[in-house]
């Protein structure tokens, strides 16, 4: 007989089986692997997020920037102490350059001078034939748009200005110092492609107190296609006008139909008869920024006016797994660009 108090027997011990280990270690992985997934899914849905949140942002700044420069086409001070207004080019017989121009489809290049009209350095439809790249960081069919104000004088400094009217790049534009209307302040809105592969929205100006142009300075990076129509009051494509309209858009032109071949002063009064821009924008994020690759087709400036006439209302991009967004949108001028 063992002791009364004697302690119970130890259990045998038994190992686990080899079957038994594999399916744990089977279980564990595959809980691994669904954490891991799961997080890998995560981290691509907060990286989609912050690219669109990015790109949204993008599109706002641009779509406010754009229109507000366009808002001020035409823009003259009647405040000024030496006011100096188209009405009264007109009677001396002077045919200065229009609040509005542009080019379709077309590279910048520098100017020599404020006018533009006769200047041979932009040329509609230069665009493919001045890309050194093939891709649409470049031959995108984007367009270039001018626009043409008078800026306002500081009331307590006439050499500075108060900064109600600014250039693209946000500096406030001083008044005009002479009778000169083709001395108006400017800003010309178009899209380069960097260093580093990446098109932009760039800006380009005169600078009046080097008396010279100022390199293009890229605004909105991602702007992949830049596309421009007019509405236009009275403008036969092509062709030079007639009698005046009723000051109501009722036809939207590109930019190089408002030309009129060998008649640079017919061209001139057709852009003094644009009373709307319509403005399409595709902005792209970084590569990796959309959760799917695909290849797609987008029509910057609307479906209805997506043409083969209009080289880049229609721009096809590459599976390059690349978040993308267009907008469209329209701005009526509030300025009278006519010489009356």
């Given at each position: 007989m063992r002791p009364r108090h004697a302690p119970p027997p130890a259990p045998k011990q038994r190992g686990l089986t080899l079957v038994e280990l594999l399916v744990a270690l089977s279980m564990g992985l595959l809980v691994v692997l669904a954490a891991t997934s799961s997080l890998l899914v995560s981290q691509q849905g907060f990286r989609s997020v912050d690219a669109t949140t990015e790109l949204r942002d993008r599109q706002r700044f641009a779509v406010e920037l754009i229109s507000r420069l366009i808002l001020q086409a035409g823009f003259q001070d009647y405040g000024a102490s030496s006011i100096s207004l188209r009405s009264a080019a007109q009677f001396l017989g002077d045919d200065p350059e229009p609040d509005v121009y542009g080019w379709n489809n077309a590279v910048y290049k520098q100017p020599d001078d404020l006018l533009l009209s006769t200047s041979t350095k932009i040329v509609d439809g230069n665009r493919p034939g001045a890309c050194s790249v093939s891709d649409t960081s470049c031959k995108n069919g984007s367009d270039i748009l001018v626009i043409r104000f008078q800026g306002v004088n500081s009331p307590t400094n006439a050499a500075n200005p108060d900064n109600t009217m600014i250039n693209c790049t946000g500096q406030g534009e001083a008044g005009l110092t002479g009778g000169n209307l083709n001395d108006r302040a400017l800003s010309m809105l178009h899209v380069t492609r960097g260093s580093n592969g990446e098109p932009a929205l760039s800006c380009s100006y005169y600078n009046f107190k080097t008396g010279s142009w100022a390199s293009p300075?890229?605004?909105?990076?991602?702007?992949?296609?830049?596309?421009?129509?007019?509405?236009?009051?009275?403008?036969?494509?092509?062709?030079?006008?007639?009698?005046?309209?009723?000051?109501?858009?009722?036809?939207?032109?590109?930019a190089d139909q408002l030309t009129v071949a060998g008649n640079t002063a017919a061209t001139r009064e057709n852009w003094r008869r644009v009373r709307a821009v319509r403005v399409g924008l595709v902005i792209r994020g970084a590569t990796g920024s959309a959760p799917q690759s695909i290849a797609a087709t987008y029509a910057p400036l609307g479906t209805m006016y997506a043409s083969t006439n209009d080289t880049g209302s229609s721009l096809t991009v590459t599976a390059d797994s690349r978040l993308r967004v267009q907008t469209a949108f329209t701005v009526h001028l509030r300025n009278d660009l006519s010489l009356r």
């Open positions: 300075a890229p605004m909105i990076e991602g702007i992949e296609s830049f596309q421009l129509l007019f509405g236009t009051d009275g403008v036969t494509p092509s062709t030079a006008p007639g009698s005046a309209g009723d000051s109501v858009a009722e036809r939207w032109l590109r």
